[in-house]
């Protein structure tokens, strides 16, 4: 079983930044692919950012491309979301989930992760 807290979250204005932290226990996640995803009041969860067990592969949806940045230090079993430029529109909470499958490909529905944090909330003021 893996555990997943996730840190960082907070109200900021729009245009500022803020670093979430997904941080791991009861197993390492080095050969997890990692993700982080968000649901905003009504509407469903979706998928923000991945990151492939290797560090060589990451997928961004759209609407955070060339703002949000996906990392992850294996030594200290955490992964990290760097996001900047932050709009209201991103205001959420954000979740890490961890894909136990051992794949190469990097996968990015939901169903595909096997443990979830409790999620952090991001609120951005306009």
């Known amino acids: 079983q893996v555990q997943l807290v996730e840190s960082g979250g907070g109200l900021v204005q729009a245009g500022g930044s803020l670093r979430l932290s997904c941080a791991a226990s009861?197993?390492?996640?080095?050969?997890?692919?990692m993700g982080w995803f968000r649901q905003a009041p009504g509407k469903e969860r979706e998928i923000v950012a991945a990151?492939?067990?290797?560090?060589?592969?990451?997928y961004y949806a759209a609407s955070v491309k060339g703002r949000f940045t996906i990392s992850r230090d294996n030594a200290k079993n955490t992964v990290y979301l760097q996001m900047n430029s932050l709009k209201p529109e991103d205001t959420a909470v954000y979740y890490c989930?961890?894909?136990?499958?051992?794949?190469?490909?990097?996968?990015?529905?939901?169903?595909?992760?096997?443990?979830w944090g409790q999620g952090t909330q991001v609120t951005v003021s306009s």
């Open positions: 989930a961890a894909d136990q499958s051992n794949l190469r490909i990097l996968r990015i529905g939901l169903a595909n992760y096997d443990y």
């Open positions: 990151i492939s067990r290797s560090n060589g592969n990451t």
């Open positions: 009861g197993r390492t996640i080095s050969t997890y692919a």
